[in-house]
Each structure stands twice: as structure tokens, then as C-alpha cells.
């Protein structure tokens, strides 16, 4: 197992309020010799499904020597199981709800573990802190905790499509990102919100003021913006609303 020598967490507690500030400081109380920091905490409340084809594009950039930690969990205090996975050599936790399942299915190489550890004292419903914070100081030591190897298809999510055609996050600016990978799209392709059919442009500049476009995202994924507007009031979309792609135009 690589050093961890970073945590990075990845949930939907929000910009405010104890449950990240609760998890960063349980992690120093556990693994004082390496760093947590809040990756993201903004992602859309109670949806894992819609997470899990934004979380491979948050960390394709990040070393492999951080240890994310990721809880979207609407069925905390459920028999759902927590899961370990190490996907190309990067390590994730989280609950098994689909969360991770688009990490180990776009995986080269992965292997999944069904975490049977658990804590002395463990809340019904904050298992961030008090279930996943020990156990990723526990691989923070180079140690695997009480486990047990599944198969990557069994997991929630294995039979989800490779990617989303959903809106899956809308940030600060009220662009909304997609869980379609701009790799596979073709720039003539069009995406249709109603009746309104929204093309292609490579960045804000090359578009008047106020006109929707979609572009590849410093993440990979294809997003819906308004320079200088707010794509999410103009097209009347939140996460989870469905999106049409449509054809390359001629």
C-alpha cells in the first residue's frame, strides 16, 4: 500500500454547519501526521447517483497519495454496507450506495473491500465521523482493516451507465455540470434543454454576454454556462434534471 500522506473529503454536509469541521477534526485527532482538507461539501444533498459521475472527474488530477473520503449517505443507519476500494492505485471509502461505482468501473485496475470493522461507539447518523474517520487513519497507517474482498459487479451502481445525461452539480456561478465525459461528445453535438438547443464553444470569451453554451470543463465533463449569467436560471435546471444530447449537427 502507498503512503497516504493526504485526506481529502467529498460529501454533502454543506459550506456550513459542524459535519466537515466534526470529520477534519477527528482526523487530526487520529492521523496528526497527515492533512485533511474539504474537497468539496457542496455536492447535491441525499444523491449518491449523482455524485458518483463527478467524483472520478474531481480526482483525476489529484496525486495518488491522497485517501478520499467520501459520504453522501442518505441510508446511514441502514444494513447498507461501507466499502474500501482501491482504484489505480488511489484509495476511496464511502458507503455502498453507487457512490464509488464509477471510480472502480472506469478502472483499469480495482479490487473492492466490504469493510466488517466497526467502533466501539458508533452514531446511527453520522457515520463520517465515527465510522469512516477511524478507518481512514487506519489506512493511514499502512493498515487494512477487518475485511472482505467482493466482486466489483456486486457492488450498488455496478450496472449504471458509463456516464449521465443529468445535470449532477451547479456551482457558485450557476453553471451546471454534467455527468457526460466531453471526450466521447462531438463538438458539432447539441444539447437540448426544452426547445432551446445549446452548442458548443471552447471558453466564456468566445460567446456574447449572456449566451448559453456548453463546454469541456477543467474536470472533462460537459457543462452548461451563460458568460457572464447564471446557466441555472436561464435554462431552469437543478441537479438531477435529465438532459437531451443530441447528434452531431451539420
Same mark, same amino acid.
Given at each position: 500500500m502507498?503512503?497516504i500522506?493526504?485526506i481529502? +473529503?467529498?460529501?454533502?454536509f454543506g459550506?456550513?454547519?459542524p459535519?466537515?469541521g466534526?470529520m477534519?477534526l477527528?482526523?487530526?485527532h487520529?492521523?496528526p501526521?497527515?492533512?485533511a482538507?474539504d #474537497?468539496?461539501? $457542496? +455536492?447535491?444533498?441525499?444523491r449518491?447517483d449523482?455524485?458518483?459521475?463527478?467524483?472520478?472527474?474531481?480526482?483525476?488530477?489529484?496525486?495518488?497519495?491522497?485517501?478520499f473520503?467520501?459520504?453522501? $449517505?442518505?441510508?446511514v443507519?441502514s444494513?447498507?454496507?461501507?466499502i474500501?476500494?482501491?482504484?489505480?492505485?488511489?484509495w476511496y =471509502?464511502?458507503?455502498d450506495?453507487?457512490l464509488?461505482?464509477a471510480?472502480v468501473?472506469?478502472a483499469?485496475?480495482a479490487?473492492?473491500l466490504?469493510?466488517?470493522w466497526?467502533?466501539?461507539? #458508533?452514531?446511527?447518523?453520522?457515520?463520517?465521523?465515527?465510522?469512516?474517520?477511524? =478507518?481512514?487513519a487506519?489506512?493511514c497507517r499502512g493498515e #487494512?482493516?477487518?475485511?472482505?474482498?467482493? $466482486?466489483?459487479?456486486a /457492488?450498488?451502481?455496478?450496472?449504471?451507465?458509463d456516464?449521465?445525461a443529468?445535470?449532477?452539480?451547479?456551482?457558485?456561478y450557476?453553471?451546471? /455540470?454534467?455527468g457526460i465525459r466531453a471526450?466521447?461528445?462531438?463538438?458539432?453535438?447539441a444539447v437540448r434543454i426544452g426547445?432551446?438547443?445549446?452548442?458548443?464553444?471552447?471558453?466564456f470569451?468566445?460567446?456574447p454576454?449572456g449566451?448559453?453554451?456548453?463546454?469541456?470543463?477543467?474536470f472533462?465533463?460537459?457543462? +452548461?454556462?451563460?458568460?457572464r449569467?447564471?446557466?441555472e436560471l436561464v435554462?431552469g435546471?437543478?441537479?438531477?434534471d435529465p438532459i437531451? =444530447? #443530441?447528434?452531431s449537427?451539420?
Amino acid at each position: 500500500m502507498a503512503q497516504i500522506t493526504r485526506i481529502a +473529503l467529498v460529501t454533502d454536509f454543506g459550506s456550513s454547519g459542524p459535519y466537515s469541521g466534526q470529520m477534519i477534526l477527528r482526523l487530526g485527532h487520529l492521523a496528526p501526521d497527515v492533512s485533511a482538507v474539504d #474537497l468539496i461539501s $457542496d +455536492l447535491a444533498p441525499f444523491r449518491p447517483d449523482l455524485a458518483a459521475y463527478l467524483l472520478p472527474a474531481l480526482v483525476r488530477n489529484v496525486p495518488g497519495v491522497t485517501l478520499f473520503v467520501c459520504v453522501v $449517505d442518505p441510508g446511514v443507519g441502514s444494513e447498507r454496507d461501507a466499502i474500501a476500494v482501491e482504484a489505480d492505485g488511489r484509495w476511496y =471509502l464511502g458507503p455502498d450506495n453507487g457512490l464509488l461505482s464509477a471510480v472502480v468501473r472506469r478502472a483499469s485496475d480495482a479490487r473492492v473491500l466490504r469493510i466488517e470493522w466497526r467502533p466501539d461507539r #458508533l452514531s446511527d447518523s453520522f457515520h463520517g465521523r465515527d465510522l469512516f474517520c477511524p =478507518l481512514a487513519a487506519m489506512l493511514c497507517r499502512g493498515e #487494512l482493516p477487518d475485511s472482505v474482498p467482493i $466482486d466489483s459487479g456486486a /457492488i450498488v451502481g455496478a450496472d449504471w451507465p458509463d456516464d449521465l445525461a443529468r445535470v449532477v452539480y451547479a456551482d457558485r456561478y450557476g453553471n451546471l /455540470i454534467t455527468g457526460i465525459r466531453a471526450s466521447a461528445v462531438s463538438r458539432r453535438a447539441a444539447v437540448r434543454i426544452g426547445g432551446l438547443d445549446v452548442f458548443y464553444a471552447r471558453t466564456f470569451c468566445e460567446v456574447p454576454p449572456g449566451e448559453v453554451f456548453w463546454y469541456e470543463n477543467s474536470f472533462g465533463l460537459v457543462e +452548461l454556462a451563460v458568460n457572464r449569467g447564471r446557466a441555472e436560471l436561464v435554462l431552469g435546471l437543478v441537479p438531477g434534471d435529465p438532459i437531451d =444530447l #443530441l447528434p452531431s449537427q451539420t
